[in-house]
């Protein structure tokens, strides 16, 4: 028989920085709530960062570092989540580049987490710009932690944030946030911005009331689907990112697309995925293309 397609459950990449421990607590909880699978992966570089590559010298004890990271790693997920509802949790050393190795993973796991930074400049290779990469390459969500999350959420009854055009490209997003806030028991924010771009392209138009028509039709469809959840309509006219960021402040989760359709969905869908990911003190999930 074959094994099921997110055999991995949650997968985090871990370091042991800051914002790895909280990416850590974030996804034992997420996977607690899912009843699935924890999987914490340390990988580490076998080359010498330099042109051309050479390989590390033996006995560096890479493994024996990335052990004991891991062992850690264990017994903060453990800790994080409420007594009674343990969770398997697997652990894995890759001797591989972290960008690569998490979105390999990310074909077979229901979500990837990762840290929004780490520590020193390996940490900026492993969960710096490491988030931005798997952001853009992963087969399955990923959700962007920051340390500053710390190891509790801001509020259980807190809203869950989505960024929506009202395009086909953000029903995933749309979808996921959906359903962390039926597993929540909270109620969702569905937010829709749009700039003066559009003001200026059709000034005739009311944008106000047009944006509140598209986006109840929108939203319409999904009420039979997730009947217990609440959806609040939030529309600003704002920068899509720096309205987000500012909403995120209320918010205990915020899910974004990774892009959308034309000039202002790729404003709204692509650079603002990288803005709130960045800039929010809130975990974001990016949802990816199924």
Sequence with gaps: MSAPVNHHGIVVGVDGSAASDAAVVWAAREAAMRNVPLTLVHMFETFVRTFPRIPMPS????????????EQAVKIAENAVPTGRKISIATEVRPSPPVS???????????????????GAVARVLLGSVSSGVVHGAKCPVAVIRSEASYTPRSDR????VGIDCSPASERALEIA????????????AFHAWSDAAVY??????????AERSLAEYLAGWKERYPDVKVRRLLAFDHPGRALIEESES??????????????ARTLLG????????????????ARPS
């Design 59 to 70: 006995g560096v004890g890479q493994e024996d570092d990335a052990r004991k990271i891991l």
């Design 101 to 119: 190795t998490l979105i390999a993973l990310s074909k077979e796991a229901e979500m990837i987490v990762v840290g929004s930074n780490g520590r």
């Design 158 to 161: 807190a809203p869950v944030l």
């Design 178 to 189: 959906l359903d962390e806030a039926s597993r929540r028991g909270v109620e969702l924010t």
């Design 201 to 210: 392209q059709l000034p005739w138009v009311d944008w106000a009331e047009e």
């Design 251 to 264: 918010a205990q989760l915020v899910v974004v697309g990774s892009h959308g359709r034309g000039g202002i």
């Design 271 to 286: 650079s603002v995925s990288n803005a709130v990911v960045h800039a929010s003190h809130t975990p974001v999930i990016v």
